[in-house]
């Protein structure tokens, strides 16, 4: 069985409709079993989406993306700063 990829609009969704059907007197086991996840990822969702709206969830994604990106960039400056400084003392 092929792992799905549930995007941030898709996880907020279906956290809502896993509690509507709690609300009816389902467990949450049976209500994620009947979305098609695990019990177990609706928990991780949980606790990473719970409470977010769909705009921010997307933020959070963009942001992460972005914080990924200047942490490489921030190790390659150091890098490039510590070649320079090795260069400068003639220990090469």
Do not use: H
């Not at 609300?23 to 928990?43: I, P």
């Not at 606790?47 to 933020?59: M, P, T």
């Amino acid at each position: 069985m092929p792992i799905k990829k549930y995007a941030p609009e898709e996880i907020i969704k279906l956290l809502r409709l896993v509690k509507i059907e709690t609300g009816q007197g389902k467990t949450n086991a049976q209500a994620c079993r009947d979305l098609g996840f695990t019990e177990q990822s609706y928990y991780r969702w949980r606790k990473e989406y719970g409470g977010l709206k769909i705009s921010q969830a997307r933020r959070l994604k963009e942001m992460e993306k972005e914080n990924a990106r200047l942490k490489k960039l921030v190790a390659d400056l150091s890098l490039d700063k510590d070649i320079l400084k090795e260069a400068l003392k003639g220990n090469y």
